[in-house]
């Protein structure tokens, strides 16, 4: 054996259940692989985790199972999980999720909150040897405490899971690796906090990081989002200094690969399986539910009315851009709820009072924030779009300037008092989000999981009283008198 051990890792992270781009991001992995490996060199290929997206009809349909197919067939070796597999699946499809792999999963942070036991796929470490060099691969995912706990898990903060496996696994392995589904942020404290991480392979905040980013002896590298590009890191081992001597990092974008033959085929087939699920009918519309982002309409009202239904709240309030698109007469589906509501957005309820409410209300006239765009937070539509309502009716003057617009507001028991507390149904990614900053001051906050919006959509389809009455306005313009 020479002195220097050449090991190659490829990594992509945050693909998001882009299958359009699965079987190319797979021809460039196998081609790389074969590349590498005909030098004599080392080759491991790992996802830092937010493959599985249920906005996607083929995750939605196979409950992600089609994701775990398509790592398999592209040669993944280890992987880990982000927010988009821990918190988005209920507990009993998350269990599952991994029964088939034929890759590892390392993750450190992560328990049953009943039982204290690791999910059964889960490993605190991954080791593997190459070229008598040996590889530590650790994993850790974003600690959203409430929302794993809401959902039967205990997720411990990284650092702290982290520490114990680092220190012993420095002394065990050779090369020491995280996947990290943290942010980079999260990722630069890892490797000032931890010596003796080689390399960070991030994921969850969708940077792109062409040459990697060195923090002390700690290279952090990441490859965007939604499938686009391969990241491609080279590590060279000093067999006689016992140590990573080099590192190199790249991204390579995958656009002008041909499709991988047998990944197309895997997704082709859980794509058909999928459209035989989600084609079953849940509802029945005796007439259509249009919706629009610029003004109040009736689908937006139901989803508004299902949801202060649901939490059992006294008003309700629901961005119109939340639904992207209409619901027609006839037969609903659950395709069609997909489609019309594909994010994987949590009911919530909280407490404001009347004047944090009105403050809400007028801001959410503004033409700047109809129209504002909104990343992140689960959201997967474009933009904030009409505030719709439900518990309320709102008079208000279209002429007047913008912050001076509401006339008044009546509540189900009289106009709204500015200082009585009224439990108000929503979104929960108002209450993390940098939109409307007053929702973050609500006290009181619940959050409803697993179900999402389109879960209380569903429900609320089955609710006659609300189906008829989500054609009333809740918004009506007024002439203020001078």
Same mark, same amino acid.
């Given at each position: 054996?020479?002195?220097?051990?050449?090991?190659?890792?490829?990594?992509?992270?945050?693909?998001?259940?882009?299958?359009?781009?699965?079987?190319?991001?797979?021809?460039?992995?196998?081609?790389?692989?074969?590349?590498?490996?005909?030098?004599?060199?080392?080759?491991?290929?790992?996802?830092?985790?937010?493959?599985?997206?249920?906005?996607?009809?083929?995750?939605?349909?196979?409950?992600?199972?089609?994701?775990?197919?398509?790592?398999?067939?592209?040669?993944?070796?280890?992987?880990?999980?982000?927010?988009?597999?821990?918190?988005?699946?209920?507990?009993?499809?998350?269990?599952?999720?991994?029964?088939?792999?034929?890759?590892?999963?390392?993750?450190?942070?992560?328990?049953?909150?009943? %039982?204290?036991?690791?999910?059964?796929? !889960?490993?605190? +470490? @991954?080791? &593997? =040897? /190459?070229?008598?060099?040996? #590889? *530590?691969?650790?994993?850790?995912?974003?600690?959203?405490?409430?929302?794993?706990?809401?959902?039967?898990?205990?997720?411990?903060?990284?650092?702290?899971?982290?520490?114990?496996?680092?220190?012993?696994?420095?002394?065990?392995?050779?090369?020491?690796?995280?996947?990290?589904?943290?942010?980079?942020?999260?990722?630069?404290?890892?490797?000032?906090?931890?010596?003796?991480?080689?390399?960070?392979?991030?994921?969850?905040?969708?940077?792109?990081?062409?040459?990697?980013?060195?923090?002390?002896?700690?290279?952090?590298?990441?490859?965007?989002?939604?499938?686009?590009?391969?990241?491609?890191? %080279?590590?060279?081992?000093?067999?006689? !200094?016992?140590? +990573? @001597?080099? &590192? =190199? /990092?790249?991204?390579?974008? #995958? *656009?002008?690969?041909?499709?991988?033959?047998?990944?197309?085929?895997?997704?082709?087939?859980?794509?058909?399986?999928?459209?035989?699920?989600?084609?079953?009918?849940?509802?029945?519309?005796?007439?259509?539910?249009?919706?629009?982002?610029?003004?109040?309409?009736?689908?937006?009202?139901?989803?508004?009315?299902?949801?202060?239904?649901?939490?059992?709240?006294?008003?309700?309030?629901?961005?119109?851009?939340?639904?992207?698109?209409?619901?027609?007469?006839?037969?609903?589906?659950?395709?069609?709820?997909?489609?019309?509501?594909?994010?994987?957005?949590?009911?919530?309820?909280?407490?404001? %009072?009347?004047?944090?409410?009105?403050?809400?209300?007028?801001?959410?006239? &503004?033409?700047?924030?109809?129209?504002?765009?909104?990343?992140?937070?689960?959201?997967?539509?474009?933009?904030?779009?009409?505030?719709?309502?439900?518990?309320?009716?709102?008079?208000?003057?279209?002429?007047?300037?913008?912050?001076?617009?509401?006339?008044?507001?009546?509540?189900?028991?009289?106009?709204?008092?500015?200082?009585?507390?009224?439990?108000?149904?929503?979104?929960?990614?108002?209450?993390?989000?940098?939109?409307?900053?007053?929702?973050?001051?609500?006290?009181?906050?619940?959050?409803?999981?697993?179900?999402?919006?389109?879960?209380?959509?569903?429900?609320?389809?089955?609710?006659?009283?609300?189906?008829?009455?989500?054609?009333?306005?809740?918004?009506?313009?007024?002439?203020?008198?001078?």
């Amino acid at each position: 054996m020479g002195r220097f051990v050449r090991i190659h890792i490829l990594h992509t992270n945050d693909v998001h259940s882009h299958f359009e781009q699965m079987p190319r991001l797979a021809a460039l992995i196998r081609r790389l692989r074969q590349e590498l490996a005909a030098k004599g060199d080392a080759v491991f290929v790992l996802d830092g985790g937010d493959h599985v997206d249920r906005m996607h009809p083929v995750t939605e349909g196979t409950r992600g199972r089609a994701n775990v197919d398509v790592l398999n067939a592209a040669g993944y070796d280890v992987v880990t999980v982000g927010n988009n597999e821990g918190l988005t699946l209920p507990h009993a499809w998350f269990e599952r999720l991994y029964a088939g792999a034929r890759f590892d999963v390392a993750l450190a942070n992560l328990r049953d909150a009943q %039982t204290g036991a690791r999910p059964p796929w !889960a490993k605190p +470490v @991954v080791l &593997r =040897e /190459a070229s008598g060099v040996r #590889v *530590a691969f650790l994993g850790v995912t974003a600690p959203y405490h409430t929302f794993y706990n809401l959902l039967g898990w205990r997720v411990e903060e990284p650092e702290d899971a982290l520490a114990e496996q680092v220190r012993v696994w420095r002394e065990r392995a050779d090369v020491v690796v995280v996947l990290s589904h943290l942010g980079l942020g999260r990722d630069e404290e890892l490797a000032r906090s931890l010596p003796g991480v080689d390399l960070i392979v991030g994921a969850h905040t969708h940077h792109v990081l062409p040459r990697g980013h060195a923090v002390g002896d700690t290279l952090i590298v990441q490859c965007g989002r939604g499938g686009e590009q391969v990241g491609h890191v %080279t590590l060279v081992y000093d067999r006689d !200094a016992r140590r +990573v @001597v080099a &590192r =190199e /990092a790249r991204c390579l974008p #995958v *656009a002008d690969e041909a499709p991988d033959a047998a990944v197309a085929e895997v997704i082709a087939r859980r794509q058909r399986e999928a459209e035989a699920v989600l084609s079953e009918p849940v509802a029945a519309l005796s007439q259509p539910l249009p919706v629009s982002w610029e003004r109040e309409s009736p689908l937006a009202n139901l989803l508004a009315a299902g949801l202060r239904r649901w939490v059992q709240a006294d008003v309700a309030l629901v961005n119109a851009g939340a639904l992207l698109a209409p619901l027609e007469a006839g037969p609903v589906t659950r395709r069609q709820l997909l489609d019309a509501c594909p994010h994987p957005i949590n009911p919530c309820r909280l407490t404001l %009072t009347g004047e944090a409410l009105r403050a809400i209300l007028e801001d959410s006239l &503004r033409d700047e924030r109809i129209r504002a765009p909104i990343r992140g937070f689960g959201f997967r539509g474009q933009v904030h779009g009409w505030m719709c309502v439900d518990g309320l009716t709102v008079e208000y003057d279209p002429t007047a300037p913008e912050g001076a617009r509401i006339v008044r507001i009546i509540g189900d028991e009289g106009p709204l008092d500015p200082r009585r507390e009224y439990r108000v149904a929503t979104l929960d990614m108002f209450t993390f989000g940098p939109h409307f900053p007053l929702f973050r001051h609500g006290r009181d906050v619940r959050y409803c999981l697993p179900e999402f919006l389109r879960d209380v959509l569903r429900e609320a389809l089955h609710w006659p009283e609300a189906v008829t009455g989500c054609h009333r306005p809740r918004w009506v313009a007024v002439c203020r008198t001078t």
